[in-house]
């Protein structure tokens, strides 16, 4: 049962690709982009640095997710003196991933959130009432979370 763990190894690898896809639409985005730069107005401009961070985000998760969950769950990583390391490897537990999921959510919903506002006049009244409520709820159950996480330490 123990060596089951092991099974998530493909997954993690897997998250790779997904950590590929994400870089090949961010810079798909960008090649859109730059040769309007000079033709768009400000709003525009805006949402369009707002799509790129979000693919950002999204893309600094999945590296925090595959190498924590790696070295949560499946095995450590074997890097040499000589390699660069990233200093927050290996000091994630369970409890903290969760939470750096958590707010990567709620930061990616808020940068969502922010894109349909900037754009307000052409989302529909009963659309962003669900974004919203939506949002909120993430928040709230990141908040929610984050408390739980402290009693337990506690």
Do not use: C
């Not at 693919?55 to 595959?66: A, K, N």
């Not at 499946?74 to 999921?101: A, C, F, P, R």
């Not at 922010?114 to 659309?127: E, G, P, S, W």
């Amino acid at each position: 049962m123990y060596s089951s763990r092991w099974i998530l190894a493909p997954i993690y690898f897997g998250l790779s690709l997904v950590l590929l896809a994400l870089s090949v639409k961010f810079f798909q985005e960008l090649y859109h982009f730059l040769p309007h730069i000079l033709e768009i107005d400000e709003t525009e401009l805006v949402l369009k640095f707002l799509t790129l961070i979000d693919l950002t985000l999204v893309g600094s998760l999945v590296v925090i997710v595959m190498f924590s969950g790696y070295e949560n769950f499946v095995s450590q990583l074997n890097i040499s003196e000589t390699t660069e390391k990233l200093e927050w490897l290996g000091t994630h537990d369970y409890g903290s991933l969760k939470m750096k999921v958590a707010s990567s959510i709620v930061a990616i919903s808020s940068i969502h959130l922010l894109k349909v506002f900037m754009n307000i006049q052409a989302t529909d009244n009963d659309k962003l009432r669900w974004y919203v409520v939506i949002h909120l709820t993430l928040v709230l159950s990141a908040l929610f979370m984050g408390y739980l996480e402290k009693l337990t330490k506690h």
